[in-house]
């Protein structure tokens, strides 16, 4: 089997990755991998949080992935961001698609209010004065109207609000039906994550169920492994895709210039 793109890697401008652009290239060859794709944490236009590059290194970043892919002639590298949905934020993500040739925008809810990310360790203590169904239901509010906004090719780790394994008593079903049924209008990929493994919840982003109705609803897909150290690269891939064939899935796809390309599984 060859595998599949890995379009979900950081690098150390993001200040918690470790590793350049050509070590993870490098473990992209080792592991068996033909396509990678970098997607770091977008910058903000002025200072929101210490976890992602400063607007003044984004041509650095560019530039970094460039000479990756100098570097590795004989694998494929896109260049992407992981860009933070937040309602209001529209302009600016539109002003960062026109700044260099990306190849696709992944975008993701890690903040359900200025200061609360739902994966943030550090702020756990809010898991516990918040009813989670209500912390969720926020979520996915916000993760809907990233995927109506156009503005993203790839829906990033679409239930990530699991990461610390924290549930909400009531069923969810409703919720990912509303976030999908809307995906599905407007043709978004979703990242099948591997990173949800390595977290307290051990299961890849989103679950077997959310993945089964994405394909009822014929969402395309991307994997990626979230690295954030070279190691990582393509981690629990195998896994990635049998469950995805399981759940319904004959294609993932890849992306150019912000152009879809259908591929085989
Ligand atoms: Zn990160
Ligand atoms: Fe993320
Ligand atoms: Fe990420
Ligand atoms: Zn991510």
């Known amino acids: 089997m060859s595998m599949p793109a890995d379009y979900h890697i950081h690098t150390p401008l993001c200040l918690h990755a470790k590793g350049e652009p050509a070590e993870y290239a490098a473990r992209a060859l080792e592991v068996g991998l033909t396509e990678i794709g970098f997607s770091d944490h977008s910058p903000m236009r002025a200072q929101f949080d210490n976890w992602r590059m400063r607007f003044d290194q984004l041509d650095e970043y560019v530039e970094k992935v460039a000479r990756a892919r100098r570097d590795y002639p004989n694998l494929i590298i896109r260049l992407g961001l992981e860009v933070d949905y937040l309602p209001g934020g529209e302009d600016w993500v539109r002003e960062l698609a026109a700044m260099h040739p990306w190849d ?19 702020e756990l203590g809010k898991w516990k004065e918040r009813d989670p169904f209500d912390i969720w239901n926020v979520y996915f509010d916000r993760l809907t109207l990233a995927a109506e906004s156009r503005l993203f090719d790839i829906i990033g780790h679409a239930d990530l609000p699991k990461k610390f394994n924290i549930y909400p008593q009531r069923d969810c079903g409703p919720m990912f039906e509303r976030f999908l049924d809307r995906a599905a209008r407007t043709g978004v990929a979703l990242d099948v994550n591997t990173a949800g493994l390595r977290k307290d919840c051990a299961e890849i982003y989103p679950s077997a169920r959310f993945l089964r109705m994405a394909a009822e609803r014929k969402i395309p897909i991307t994997f990626g492994s979230d690295a954030h150290d070279p190691s990582e690269v393509g981690l629990a891939f195998d896994r990635a895709v049998d469950i995805a064939r399981e759940m319904g899935y004959t294609h993932y796809c890849r992306f150019a210039a912000r152009k879809r390309l259908d591929t085989r599984l």
């Open 104 to 122: 696709y925008f992944i975008g993701s809810v890690h903040y359900i209010s200025d200061s609360f990310a739902v994966d943030d360790p550090k």
